[in-house]
Protein backbone atom coordinates (compact mmCIF):
# COMPACT_ATOMS: atom_id res chain seq x y z
CA UNK A 1 0.00 0.00 0.00
CA UNK A 2 1.75 3.04 -1.18
CA UNK A 3 1.46 6.14 1.67
CA UNK A 4 1.02 9.08 0.55
CA UNK A 5 2.52 12.90 2.49
CA UNK A 6 0.08 15.55 3.10
CA UNK A 7 2.24 18.50 4.16
CA UNK A 8 0.31 21.89 4.63
CA UNK A 9 -0.71 25.16 6.29
CA UNK A 10 -3.85 24.58 8.06
CA UNK A 11 -4.87 27.91 7.99
CA UNK A 12 -5.53 28.59 4.55
CA UNK A 13 -9.27 28.29 3.52
CA UNK A 14 -8.39 26.15 0.25
CA UNK A 15 -6.72 23.55 2.44
CA UNK A 16 -9.77 23.19 4.23
CA UNK A 17 -11.57 22.67 0.85
CA UNK A 18 -9.14 20.13 -0.90
CA UNK A 19 -8.39 18.38 2.20
CA UNK A 20 -11.21 15.77 2.02
CA UNK A 21 -11.62 14.96 -1.76
CA UNK A 22 -7.78 14.81 -1.64
CA UNK A 23 -8.20 11.80 1.56
CA UNK A 24 -10.95 10.19 -1.07
CA UNK A 25 -8.96 10.38 -4.23
CA UNK A 26 -5.99 8.60 -1.94
CA UNK A 27 -8.12 6.02 -1.03
CA UNK A 28 -9.66 5.25 -3.94
CA UNK A 29 -6.07 4.30 -5.33
CA UNK A 30 -5.84 1.63 -2.78
CA UNK A 31 -2.75 3.74 -0.54
CA UNK A 32 -2.88 5.68 2.67
CA UNK A 33 -2.59 9.47 3.85
CA UNK A 34 -0.46 10.70 6.11
CA UNK A 35 -0.54 13.53 7.67
CA UNK A 36 -0.06 15.58 10.96
CA UNK A 37 -2.62 16.26 13.81
CA UNK A 38 -2.77 19.62 12.39
CA UNK A 39 -4.56 18.55 9.84
CA UNK A 40 -6.89 16.11 11.30
CA UNK A 41 -9.48 18.56 12.15
CA UNK A 42 -10.84 19.06 8.20
CA UNK A 43 -11.16 14.60 8.19
CA UNK A 44 -14.63 13.78 9.20
CA UNK A 45 -14.85 11.67 11.79
CA UNK A 46 -15.72 8.84 9.70
CA UNK A 47 -12.53 9.15 7.60
CA UNK A 48 -10.91 9.53 10.92
CA UNK A 49 -11.90 5.87 11.87
CA UNK A 50 -10.64 4.38 8.49
CA UNK A 51 -7.60 2.28 9.68
CA UNK A 52 -6.14 3.34 6.16
CA UNK A 53 -5.48 7.12 7.72
CA UNK A 54 -2.27 7.73 9.53
CA UNK A 55 -2.38 10.52 11.65
CA UNK A 56 1.27 11.87 13.40
CA UNK A 57 2.34 14.55 15.36
CA UNK A 58 2.81 18.25 14.24
CA UNK A 59 6.08 18.81 12.74
CA UNK A 60 7.14 14.78 12.97
CA UNK A 61 5.78 13.77 9.70
CA UNK A 62 9.41 11.61 8.24
CA UNK A 63 10.58 10.51 5.13
CA UNK A 64 10.60 7.19 6.46
CA UNK A 65 6.06 7.64 6.53
CA UNK A 66 5.96 8.09 3.13
CA UNK A 67 6.34 7.15 -0.48
CA UNK A 68 5.67 10.64 -1.68
CA UNK A 69 4.58 13.77 -0.83
CA UNK A 70 1.79 16.47 -1.30
CA UNK A 71 2.95 20.39 -0.35
CA UNK A 72 0.44 22.28 -0.28
CA UNK A 73 1.32 26.06 -0.17
CA UNK A 74 3.41 28.42 -1.39
CA UNK A 75 7.59 27.89 -1.99
CA UNK A 76 8.57 27.86 1.61
CA UNK A 77 6.27 25.03 2.63
CA UNK A 78 7.84 23.16 -0.62
CA UNK A 79 10.81 24.32 0.86
CA UNK A 80 9.59 23.13 4.69
CA UNK A 81 8.86 20.06 2.81
CA UNK A 82 12.95 19.50 1.61
CA UNK A 83 14.03 19.43 4.83
CA UNK A 84 11.67 16.86 6.33
CA UNK A 85 12.42 14.27 2.89
CA UNK A 86 15.70 15.23 3.36
CA UNK A 87 18.58 12.40 1.54
CA UNK A 88 15.53 10.14 1.05
CA UNK A 89 15.13 11.05 -2.47
CA UNK A 90 11.11 10.85 -1.95
CA UNK A 91 9.26 12.65 -4.62
CA UNK A 92 7.32 16.04 -3.70
CA UNK A 93 4.38 17.21 -5.82
CA UNK A 94 3.97 21.04 -5.24
CA UNK A 95 0.46 22.68 -4.84
CA UNK A 96 0.57 26.30 -5.46
CA UNK A 97 -1.40 27.78 -3.04
CA UNK A 98 0.54 30.87 -2.27
CA UNK A 99 1.80 33.74 -4.36
CA UNK A 100 4.78 32.69 -7.08
CA UNK A 101 5.41 29.15 -6.50
CA UNK A 102 7.86 28.91 -8.79
CA UNK A 103 8.78 25.64 -7.53
CA UNK A 104 5.43 24.11 -7.47
CA UNK A 105 3.65 22.05 -10.51
CA UNK A 106 0.17 22.36 -10.02
CA UNK A 107 -2.86 24.29 -8.31
CA UNK A 108 -5.65 23.78 -5.85
CA UNK A 109 -8.13 23.70 -9.05
CA UNK A 110 -5.99 20.65 -10.59
CA UNK A 111 -5.25 18.63 -7.93
CA UNK A 112 -7.24 15.89 -8.30
CA UNK A 113 -6.08 15.43 -12.04
CA UNK A 114 -2.63 15.46 -10.97
CA UNK A 115 -2.70 13.28 -8.03
CA UNK A 116 -4.53 10.76 -10.57
CA UNK A 117 -1.51 11.13 -13.24
CA UNK A 118 1.36 10.23 -10.70
CA UNK A 119 -0.73 7.21 -9.24
CA UNK A 120 -0.69 6.71 -13.33
CA UNK A 121 3.33 7.54 -13.44
CA UNK A 122 2.60 10.02 -16.00
CA UNK A 123 4.80 12.60 -14.84
CA UNK A 124 8.78 12.88 -14.82
CA UNK A 125 11.30 13.79 -12.06
CA UNK A 126 13.60 17.25 -11.93
CA UNK A 127 16.57 16.57 -9.92
CA UNK A 128 17.37 19.44 -8.06
CA UNK A 129 20.48 20.43 -7.05
CA UNK A 130 21.03 21.01 -2.93
CA UNK A 131 23.94 22.73 -1.07
CA UNK A 132 25.57 21.90 1.82
CA UNK A 133 27.56 24.07 4.08
CA UNK A 134 29.05 24.35 7.74
CA UNK A 135 30.23 26.66 9.80
CA UNK A 136 34.11 26.73 11.38
CA UNK A 137 34.06 28.43 14.41
CA UNK A 138 37.87 27.49 14.60
CA UNK A 139 40.99 26.04 12.51
CA UNK A 140 40.71 27.12 9.09
CA UNK A 141 40.97 23.37 7.88
CA UNK A 142 38.78 21.59 9.96
CA UNK A 143 36.61 18.95 8.40
CA UNK A 144 34.33 18.23 11.45
CA UNK A 145 31.67 20.86 12.42
CA UNK A 146 29.77 21.80 14.93
CA UNK A 147 26.87 23.17 12.35
CA UNK A 148 25.53 21.33 9.36
CA UNK A 149 22.94 22.18 6.46
CA UNK A 150 21.14 21.64 3.47
CA UNK A 151 19.84 24.23 1.20
CA UNK A 152 17.33 23.77 -1.73
CA UNK A 153 17.30 27.21 -2.85
CA UNK A 154 20.25 29.08 -0.47
CA UNK A 155 22.11 29.73 2.48
CA UNK A 156 22.48 33.83 3.27
CA UNK A 157 25.06 35.44 5.28
CA UNK A 158 23.49 38.44 6.45
CA UNK A 159 24.79 41.45 8.59
CA UNK A 160 21.70 41.52 11.38
CA UNK A 161 20.20 44.63 12.88
CA UNK A 162 23.30 46.61 12.74
CA UNK A 163 22.85 49.29 9.95
CA UNK A 164 26.69 49.04 8.19
CA UNK A 165 27.88 47.01 5.89
CA UNK A 166 30.19 43.98 6.66
CA UNK A 167 32.86 42.63 5.01
CA UNK A 168 33.36 39.19 3.43
CA UNK A 169 36.27 37.70 1.97
CA UNK A 170 35.81 34.80 -0.79
CA UNK A 171 37.42 31.97 -1.23
CA UNK A 172 36.60 29.37 -4.37
CA UNK A 173 38.87 26.16 -4.18
CA UNK A 174 41.20 27.93 -1.92
CA UNK A 175 42.01 30.55 -4.30
CA UNK A 176 41.17 34.33 -2.71
CA UNK A 177 38.70 36.07 -5.00
CA UNK A 178 37.51 39.12 -3.45
CA UNK A 179 37.01 40.99 -0.40
CA UNK A 180 33.56 41.99 -0.26
CA UNK A 181 32.03 45.27 1.43
CA UNK A 182 28.11 44.41 1.57
CA UNK A 183 24.76 43.61 3.54
CA UNK A 184 25.38 39.99 3.05
CA UNK A 185 26.10 37.33 0.43
CA UNK A 186 23.73 34.96 -0.81
CA UNK A 187 25.10 31.44 -2.43
CA UNK A 188 22.40 30.02 -4.54
CA UNK A 189 21.69 26.67 -6.21
CA UNK A 190 20.23 27.08 -9.80
CA UNK A 191 16.71 26.65 -7.95
CA UNK A 192 17.44 29.39 -5.77
CA UNK A 193 18.52 31.93 -8.71
CA UNK A 194 14.74 32.70 -8.82
CA UNK A 195 13.92 33.60 -5.21
CA UNK A 196 16.41 35.98 -3.08
CA UNK A 197 19.46 36.31 -5.45
CA UNK A 198 17.31 37.46 -8.22
CA UNK A 199 16.07 40.18 -6.32
CA UNK A 200 19.58 40.76 -5.47
CA UNK A 201 20.33 40.98 -9.08
CA UNK A 202 21.44 37.80 -9.85
CA UNK A 203 21.35 35.59 -12.81
CA UNK A 204 18.64 33.76 -13.21
CA UNK A 205 19.62 29.67 -14.06
CA UNK A 206 18.08 26.78 -15.51
CA UNK A 207 17.30 24.69 -12.40
CA UNK A 208 18.94 21.51 -14.74
CA UNK A 209 22.17 23.30 -15.04
CA UNK A 210 24.72 22.51 -12.59
CA UNK A 211 25.81 25.67 -11.09
CA UNK A 212 26.32 27.58 -7.94
CA UNK A 213 25.86 31.22 -7.76
CA UNK A 214 27.49 33.81 -5.69
CA UNK A 215 25.32 37.53 -5.06
CA UNK A 216 26.34 40.00 -2.88
CA UNK A 217 23.55 42.10 -1.19
CA UNK A 218 23.63 45.74 -1.44
CA UNK A 219 27.56 46.03 -2.23
CA UNK A 220 29.26 49.29 -1.03
CA UNK A 221 31.43 48.77 -4.71
CA UNK A 222 29.44 48.97 -7.78
CA UNK A 223 31.83 46.95 -9.54
CA UNK A 224 31.12 44.08 -7.37
CA UNK A 225 28.86 41.62 -9.48
CA UNK A 226 27.45 38.13 -8.93
CA UNK A 227 29.36 34.58 -10.02
CA UNK A 228 28.23 31.43 -11.30
CA UNK A 229 30.53 28.90 -10.07
CA UNK A 230 30.79 25.22 -11.16
CA UNK A 231 28.71 23.04 -8.74
CA UNK A 232 31.71 21.20 -8.11
CA UNK A 233 33.41 24.64 -6.57
CA UNK A 234 33.81 24.20 -2.97
CA UNK A 235 33.36 28.11 -1.43
CA UNK A 236 34.59 29.73 2.00
CA UNK A 237 33.92 32.45 3.24
CA UNK A 238 35.74 34.43 6.26
CA UNK A 239 33.67 36.55 8.14
CA UNK A 240 35.53 40.03 8.83
CA UNK A 241 32.77 42.06 11.04
CA UNK A 242 33.66 43.08 14.26
CA UNK A 243 29.39 42.88 15.60
CA UNK A 244 27.74 39.51 17.30
CA UNK A 245 24.74 40.10 15.22
CA UNK A 246 25.82 38.25 11.60
CA UNK A 247 23.24 35.76 10.98
CA UNK A 248 23.27 32.85 8.73
CA UNK A 249 19.93 31.89 6.99
CA UNK A 250 19.43 28.68 5.25
CA UNK A 251 16.06 28.14 2.90
CA UNK A 252 14.83 30.68 5.33
CA UNK A 253 13.84 28.21 7.44
CA UNK A 254 16.67 28.01 9.57
CA UNK A 255 18.64 30.08 11.51
CA UNK A 256 21.96 30.16 12.78
CA UNK A 257 24.18 32.82 14.62
CA UNK A 258 27.32 33.77 13.13
CA UNK A 259 30.14 34.34 15.24
CA UNK A 260 33.43 37.28 13.88
CA UNK A 261 35.82 35.36 12.63
CA UNK A 262 33.93 32.33 11.93
CA UNK A 263 33.99 31.00 8.64
CA UNK A 264 31.45 29.22 6.09
CA UNK A 265 31.52 26.73 3.90
CA UNK A 266 29.48 25.79 0.84
CA UNK A 267 29.49 22.81 -1.51
CA UNK A 268 27.40 20.64 -3.52
CA UNK A 269 25.73 17.87 -2.10
CA UNK A 270 25.86 14.59 -2.42
CA UNK A 271 21.77 13.96 -2.38
CA UNK A 272 19.31 16.13 -4.80
CA UNK A 273 15.27 16.90 -4.19
CA UNK A 274 12.80 15.46 -6.66
CA UNK A 275 10.26 17.75 -7.55
CA UNK A 276 7.52 15.46 -9.13
CA UNK A 277 6.45 17.51 -13.11
CA UNK A 278 4.32 17.33 -16.08
CA UNK A 279 5.84 17.68 -19.53
CA UNK A 280 3.67 19.93 -20.71
CA UNK A 281 4.43 22.82 -18.45
CA UNK A 282 8.03 23.73 -19.09
CA UNK A 283 10.95 26.14 -16.49
CA UNK A 284 9.92 28.84 -19.23
CA UNK A 285 6.53 28.80 -19.26
CA UNK A 286 6.87 29.17 -14.97
CA UNK A 287 8.91 31.99 -16.00
CA UNK A 288 6.82 33.61 -18.35
CA UNK A 289 3.80 33.03 -15.79
CA UNK A 290 5.49 33.94 -12.90
CA UNK A 291 7.51 37.12 -13.49
CA UNK A 292 4.78 38.52 -16.32
CA UNK A 293 7.51 38.75 -19.00
CA UNK A 294 5.72 39.93 -22.55
CA UNK A 295 2.98 42.34 -19.90
CA UNK A 296 2.61 46.29 -20.36
Not at 136 to 142: I, T
Not at 204 to 216: C, G, H, L
Request: glycine content about 8%.
Amino acid sequence: MKRVGIIANPNRPVVRELMPELIQIIFSQSSRPVLSDSLAGMISADKLQDDRLMIVPTDELSAQDVDWVIAIGGDGTLLKTARLVGTSGIPILGVNSGKLGFMMQTTPEDLPNAVQRVFEGEYTLDKRQILQGKIDNNSLNREDCDDRFFALNDIVIDKGTICRVIELSIFVNGQFVNNVLADGLIVSTPTGSTAYSLAAGGPIVAPDMEAIVVSPICPHTLSNRSMVLSAQDRIRIEVKADHPDLLLTVDGQQNVAVQPGSAIEVYRASHNIHLIRFTECSFYDVLRTKLKWGER
